[in-house]
């Protein structure tokens, strides 16, 4: 039982050159599930192998339980960690994989069985103690993995996108396992993930990273209704939360040519910035669709995704109902006219209709159209 | 996001199993008996050489050759008794002995261009790929004057330290292929579980790369026992091995076929033996590792 | 099928640790150093010493004839009518006997890619040649297959009119680029092998589906793949085969004259029956510097090979 403590840690794999991990500043508490979320080359995983000792910590430091760890190898940190192809030994059982730990640790034979007998019940690979990893199915070989790092009860569990190479319908059943598993254990668990759904699912809270940098450390709800800046705003949330660059007027924005009126505080607010434009952002589920003609913002749907509880409709704003002749280019990634509304199941909507939308107010973000900051 | 990811985790299946396609039944037949006819004709000289081992001089000599005859021993037991006994020992002895010392210096060799490789690893490799392409030819004067001037000639351990050279460059880029094959986070893992370099590499490593050394050693036993140049150049009586032996029977001008024959068999035996057990590994062991 | 390569750099150092980096340097070398520095010494050190041997007029002979001569040895090698048409079997014997045995082994290779029943054991009795020791092989060529009267191969073609052709010493340079062939085209052909398994199956079913026939799959798909198998046999055939030695020495001795004779066992014979160092030397000299032109491309060409096969 252990808390984790990143202090200003990097990684540098060139000098002068853009650092893996930036000077990341990071308190995991004992006990708590953190998830670090990103891009593919957003340091997540190089974060995660300098807490395991396996990058460099180039400057600044890691702590775990108060303890330094520059300069400690992984063997000595008495950390476990599954891997994303779970790097189980070939040559041996799966009893001995997850025997392994504790051999290494001097722990003597009956007591070994003894754990691995008790984390193979709670893994449910009781009947597979026996057999080679390659033996196993994929959900199978997760678990060993999972085994070997819990039969020996280290301060900090690690993992590196270790749902990754399952099946889609494996993927969310394991998600629950893993998440059920640690609350169980109470084990400080650090998870590495590109998967904003199991960020969001599985983590007490969650870390989103890019470039290297962290962007946002918080719960997943706030995560998802306060996000820190358009990065964040853009990462989490599927579809994405729609992004759109438009002029500040008088009483709020302007988008599509028509003026969304902005609270009197938040004016003020962006008063002080001396900006002309901003970033606006509305999530899907943030809109009201009426018919066309109706009050609200004329659009035409390009493409329906039916999903059955609900659905999403991909279409183009325009600022009148006229504009949207019917050779108007389709999906043209344009961006700033493209839009992405989520509605109930079933709904009638049908491509090419015409309807109307209006965003909620409440439901608006606004980020600084260059640094991206949550104004 | 790692810097320098090398994991080879590709289990390929061996040269012995491509993706073979069925043809179609009339013309796949016909293939399959022309397949069995090359391999017969490749095979031939080396069966006809175990056959007239088996035959008395007699049986060896007729025009034209005879086919049927009745076996005997007799030209084995005349090999055997004419002294070939201590040239299979000592081929026996470099054969072995250089190949348990291309194993000690090698694998560690390995190691250090592969799981935990240095920095001019590319320099290193080159150096000891490039040491077998210089002809032996061109050094065999000095080596010859050197181990006359050490007063080793005719010394079984001259032709062990030449055989060991021979064989190191191929063994150390065969295992470093084998080394490359275990996936680092096998390694990583094994840190994590708390096993020390030496722990895991006998634990972990030494395990998945046992069959591709056992490839190697099978390798090198066969270059060294076959090996000539040195051998003829080097020894006379005491130290000589098998194919200098053989080397006999052309300077005798009676021929005998079916005693030449017996001692060929001999000969060839144990590597053709060795050849067919590895014989999934040669062509990795012949490229240097550039092909599986 | 894939070399997973790429040289993983050792990390950067840090500045203030570069005490530490130079002895976690030799750590690393460490296991290293044995085998580089064996090697070194039992195979580089001889050359260099060639090289000084090349400079010398020595007879072992005639003791004490040892003095130097500067470059007298390589006029005298380079003047010899002899040595060019050593050199010249060299070329052709290596040459020969590589590309018949890359054919036949490209053939076989093809005609062994599929399935069919015996499957291993035809191709574990095509690998036997190259596995037999070289001396036993060529003694089998030499006396049961090439004897002018008890020889098969007389046998066989006999009914053609080769009764009683002695084949070693009426074509000794194409008798023994037949063994050669014999005993190479195992190795042509498993490397084919290697390389048809090595070709994905989708890529070849892609090409069916894109309308080609059997000959068209092969000229368009497979054969650009095995074209690196192909160069990398030649290649490693030709550096195996100049050094051919055993071969020559049992079935021909290099006869009748030097007209079988390849360069090992020219500088051989000058060497060890005609004792003259200095001379043999320079011909080492010379045969090693032909050989690097020829191995630099080599070299080349099997680093290609590892790198396209890192791309794979």
């Known amino acids: ?375 | 996001m790692t810097a320098a990811t090398a994991s080879g985790t590709t289990t390929s299946p061996n040269a012995a199993a491509p993706v073979p396609r069925r043809t179609g039944r009339g013309s796949g037949a016909l293939l399959t008996v022309l397949a069995w006819i090359v391999g017969i004709g490749f095979f031939f000289p080396v069966l006809w050489m175990v056959l007239t081992a088996f035959k008395t001089e007699a049986d060896a000599y007729t025009d034209p050759p005879t086919l049927f005859f009745a076996p005997t021993l007799d030209n084995f037991v005349e090999v055997f008794a004419g002294g070939v006994g201590p040239y299979l020992l000592n081929s026996l002895f470099a054969t072995v002995v250089s190949t348990l010392l291309v194993l000690l210096l090698g694998t560690p060799a390995a190691f250090a261009l592969s799981l935990r490789p240095v920095k001019k690893t590319q320099d290193v490799l080159f150096f000891f790929i490039s040491t077998k392409m210089l002809p032996v030819v061109a050094a065999i004067v000095p080596i010859y004057v050197v181990v006359n001037y050490m007063g080793a000639l005719d010394n079984i351990w001259t032709l062990i330290v030449l055989y060991t050279a021979m064989n190191l460059p191929i063994a150390v880029w065969m295992m470093r292929s084998f080394f490359l094959e275990v996936p680092r986070e096998l390694l990583e893992a094994a840190s994590m579980d708390g096993a020390s370099l030496g722990r895991s590499l006998r634990e972990v490593v030494l395990p998945i790369v046992s069959p591709g050394m056992a490839a190697t050693a099978l390798i090198c036993m066969i270059f060294s026992w076959n090996e000539f140049f040195f051998a003829v150049n080097l020894t006379a009586s005491r130290a000589a091995t098998v194919p200098v032996y053989l080397v006999g029977f052309i300077t005798s001008e009676g021929l005998y076929f079916a005693s030449l024959c017996a001692a060929a068999t001999v000969a060839a035996l144990p590597v053709v033996i060795a050849g067919w057990i590895a014989q999934n590994k040669l062509v990795q062991g012949l490229s240097f590792g550039a092909v599986k | 099928m894939t070399v997973t390569e790429a040289t993983p750099q050792a990390p950067p150092e840090r500045p203030a640790e570069r005490g530490n980096a130079r002895k976690e340097g030799w750590i690393r070398r460490a296991p290293l150093l044995p085998a580089l520095i064996f090697t070194i010494i039992v195979t580089q050190l001889p050359f260099l010493v060639t090289i000084w041997y090349s400079l010398q007029s020595w007879n072992l002979v005639r003791p004490g004839s040892q003095r130097f001569v500067g470059l007298e040895n390589y006029a005298t090698v380079f003047t010899d009518s002899q040595f060019r048409g050593v050199a010249l079997n060299s070329i052709i014997l290596t040459l020969g006997a590589v590309f018949i045995a890359m054919i036949l082994g490209l053939a076989i290779a093809l005609l062994l890619n599929r399935a069919f029943v015996g499957r291993g054991i035809v191709r574990t009795l095509i690998i036997t040649p190259f596995l037999i020791t070289p001396v036993a092989g060529a003694l089998l060529w030499k006396t049961v297959m090439f004897d002018p009267t008890y020889g098969l191969v007389n046998f066989v073609l006999g009914p053609f009119g080769a009764d009683q052709t002695d084949w070693i010493s009426t074509f000794p340079r194409a008798a023994v680029i037949v063994a050669l062939v014999w005993q190479w085209t195992p190795f042509m052909m498993l490397l084919i092998l290697a390389g048809l398994g090595s070709q994905p199956a989708e890529v070849l079913e892609a090409a069916r589906m894109d309308g080609a026939n059997g000959f068209a799959v092969f000229r368009e798909v497979t054969l650009p793949h095995l074209r690196r198998f192909i160069e990398l046999g030649v290649v490693l055939g030709a550096i195996y085969l100049v050094n051919t030695f055993d071969t020559i020495y049992m079935m021909t001795q290099g006869g009748p004259g030097t007209a079988s004779a390849n360069l090992p066992f020219y500088i051989y014979q000058r060497a060890f029956l005609g004792f003259d160092i200095g001379e043999s030397a320079a011909m080492g000299v010379v045969t090693v510097v032909a050989t690097i032109i020829v191995a630099t491309l080599a070299l080349r060409l099997i680093f290609r090979s590892f790198s396209a096969a890192e791309e794979a």
């Open chain 1, 1 to 375: 039982m252990a808390d984790v403590v990143f202090d200003q840690a990097s990684r540098i794999y060139t000098a002068g050159a853009k650092p893996a991990v930036d000077r990341l500043d990071l308190t995991v508490s004992d006990g708590e599930f953190v998830v670090l979320v990103g891009p593919s080359g957003s340091g997540k995983s190089t974060a995660l192998r300098m807490l395991a000792g396996l990058e460099e910590i180039d400057g600044g430091s890691i702590r775990i339980d108060g303890e330094n760890m520059v300069g400690v190898s992984s063997k000595d940190r008495d950390i476990a960690m599954v891997f994303q192809n779970y790097a189980l030994y070939p040559n041996k059982t799966v009893g001995e994989n997850m025997a392994f730990p504790l051999k290494m640790a001097g722990v003597e034979k009956s007591a070994r069985a003894e754990k691995v007998r008790e984390a193979a019940a709670i893994l449910g690979l009781t009947d597979y103690l026996d057999r080679k990893p390659r033996a196993l199915s994929g959900g199978q070989r997760q678990r060993v993995a999972m085994g070997r790092a819990i039969v020996r009860e280290p301060r900090v569990f690690l993992m590196d996108e270790p749902l990754s190479n399952l099946d889609a319908k494996m993927r969310v059943s394991t998600r629950t396992e893993i998440a059920a598993l640690q609350r169980r254990l109470g084990v400080t668990t650090v998870y590495v993930t590109h998967d904003q759904v199991e960020a969001m699912t599985m983590g007490d809270r969650v870390a989103l990273l890019a470039d290297g940098k962290l962007q946002q450390f918080a719960t997943p709800a706030d995560l998802y209704d306060r996000p820190a800046n358009a990065f964040v705003a853009g990462f989490i949330g599927s579809p994405a939360m729609n992004l759109f660059t438009v002029p500040l007027t008088e009483r709020g924005v302007r988008l599509a040519g028509h003026e969304l009126a902005l609270p009197r505080d938040v004016r003020a607010t962006l008063g002080t910035h001396q900006i002309t434009e901003v970033t606006l952002g509305i999530r899907p589920e943030q809109w009201t669709v009426t018919d066309s003609g109706t009050e609200g913002i004329p659009a035409r749907v390009d493409v329906v995704e039916e999903l059955g509880s609900d659905a999403f409709l991909y279409g183009t704003l325009a600022e009148s109902t006229g504009d949207l002749s019917d050779d108007s280019a389709v999906l043209t990634g344009s961006g700033q006219d493209a839009v992405v509304v989520r509605t109930g199941g079933r709904s009638g909507t049908r491509r090419g209709d015409r309807i109307a939308l209006t965003p909620s107010v409440e439901g608006l973000h606004l980020f600084h159209p260059e640094s991206g900051e949550r104004l």
